[in-house]
């Protein structure tokens, strides 16, 4: 773009996109009221670009993801006033995305079922759960 009479360099354009493009560059009209352009991001009321925001856009726009929503208060756990290592462990509970053998064995990991830390039957979700809440509880 020629910053002193707000047109095109047609020239530059043409070299370095597509005709395509280049036709559709040249023919986006200029306001010449416009003194200084300023990046805005239309996901965010403030205009200013957040990690998060590009994020939830990706995941709402781009990528079908329907899949993995799951109902539950979410944002409760990130209101927890625990470490994060705590709110990582319940988010994983309630998602139930922990890699237990039982989990494993299910997704073709062929390991034995029965729990590394007590040796019971099954190493599934509850008897984790009750694992680390044991430890937690009693230091064991």
Not at 7 to 22: G, L
Not at 62 to 70: E, Q, T
Not at 89 to 98: A, D, Q, S
């Amino acid at each position: 773009m020629n910053l002193y009479d707000k047109s095109w360099n047609e020239q530059v354009i043409r070299k370095v996109f597509s005709v395509d493009i280049a036709d559709k560059i040249l023919h986006t009209p200029l306001i010449h009221q416009v003194e200084e352009d300023r990046i805005i991001w239309k996901e965010e009321r403030n205009d200013r670009y957040s990690v998060s925001s590009a994020y939830r856009l990706c995941v709402t726009e781009l990528i079908d993801s329907s899949c993995n929503w799951r109902p539950g208060y979410w944002s409760g756990i990130r209101k927890l006033k625990v470490p994060p290592k705590v709110k990582n462990i319940v988010w994983r509970l309630c998602r139930g995305c922990l890699p237990m053998r039982v989990s494993l064995l299910d997704k073709g990991v062929v390991c034995p079922t029965n729990c590394a830390n007590c040796d019971s039957n099954n190493e599934d979700l509850m008897h984790v759960f009750f694992i680390v809440l044991l430890q937690f509880r009693f230091g064991t």
